[in-house]
């Protein structure tokens, strides 16, 4: 490659790199005591909702291996 | 040649402005962090889960796993060269997948149930229709230039991939062809995940870094920086405003993605193999992390304490799944075992 191509190319991906970090700079940013507030208060509100948090009752458990009642 | 070095330097001293300005962004909204918000939350105490099956019937390494949306069906694939789709509720095998390349490195099942895809070292993603009376290929999505990491359907037509050759692909499987190509990580793409309202997704990769896109446009809207290896492992909190990721550095991290930046860090000393793999239970509190030690432990998301682990498998855990009705995880490892636990 000539070196006037190499560097044409090197423009255009530096071009580009700026561009990207244009987009990224210009985002609007929330302060990380809300964010996290947010996501605690998510899991809070949830927490009733997760099986694997609060436990299954065997008789709900699907993964569980049912076991067969003779009656004698 | 002159004038060329003006603009490269010109360019270069914009693009230093730029980070320093993204950084100090950053810095002005960092006024606290995860763990000092959660110090009111109730501690989850010590997550004991137990082991409830141990599916057999691959023959070598397992590499991934996927819940289908009934939460009752799994698809597994293995280096044996087969994908295994089984009913975990009976623990028994219902279809088996022969595969062309058996070097397959990801599954997925579509959200109808209707499809699965697979792919690896072939650089190609495969789709596969199960419900016809024998496996049938659909598809087969030849353009990746390097081996295809991670792959998810958004519906029957669309399907997402991540791939070594550094980029994301959006397809379309009615004609075969790359609708979007996401162009921007400098390092193999290893993982991805999409959000609920599939707008965005977000990619994890070797150049340990984390981006978030916009799906339809195909454009890098956020990229996230900590880790100081390969990030193997990415999923979505539940709410949609976060997102964790696991890597090769040995720790996992959640990001926000309205505050840009980390909040939380999930590593311990005594933890010194990489992450695989990673799910999070429905509320988004506990994380299940798949290690290199053979292990999956079990993070509280909010205090970034270890609540527990997952203790069983005899060679390294590759892959790791929640359902969608979060009764349960499902582990798979390198001894070609998949364990069910709840």
Known sequence: ??????????????????????????????????????LMNYCNEHARNDPLLIGIPASDNPFKDKKTCTIL | MASEKAEMDSLKKECDGLRTQIEAARKAVNDGSMSSAAGSATDVGRVQLKLRKSLKGHLAKIYSMHWATDSRSMVSASQDGKLLVWD?????????????????????????????????????????????????????????????????????????????DTTCCLWDLETGKQKIIFTNHIGDCMSLAL????????????????????????????????????????NFFPSGNAFITGSDDCSCKMYDLRSDQEVIGYQDTSLNAGVTSLALSNSGRLIFA?????????????????????????????????????????????????????
């Open chain 2, 290 to 342: 798949g290690y290199d030690d053979f292990n999956c432990h079990i993070w509280d998301s909010m205090k970034g304490e270890k609540v527990g682990v997952l203790s069983g498998h005899d060679n390294r855990v590759s892959c790791t799944g929640v359902p969608g009705d979060g009764m349960g995880v499902c582990t798979g490892s390198w001894d070609s075992f998949l364990k069910l636990w709840n």
């Open chain 2, 195 to 234: 959000s609920q309202d599939e707008r965005t997704f977000v990619s994890g990769a070797c150049d340990s870094l984390a981006k978030l896109w916009d799906l339809r446009e195909g454009t890098c809207k956020q990229t996230f920086s900590g880790h100081t290896s390969d990030i193997n492992a990415i």
């Open chain 1, 1 to 38: 490659m000539s070196s006037k191509a190499h560097s044409s190319n090197n423009i255009a991906h530096a071009r580009r790199t700026v561009q990207q970090l244009r987009i990224e700079a210009s985002i609007e940013r929330i302060k990380i005591s809300k964010a996290s507030a947010d």
């Open chain 2, 88 to 164: 975990t509720f009976s623990g028994n095998k219902m279809v088996a997948v022969p595969l062309k390349s058996a070097w397959v490195m990801s599954v997925a099942f579509a959200p109808s149930g209707n499809l699965v895809a697979s792919g690896g070292l072939d650089n190609m993603c495969t789709v596969y229709n199960i419900k016809s009376a024998s496996p049938k290929t659909l598809r087969e999505l030849d353009a990746h230039t390097g081996y295809l990491a991670c792959c998810r359907f958004l519906s029957d037509t669309e399907i997402l991939t991540a791939s070594g």
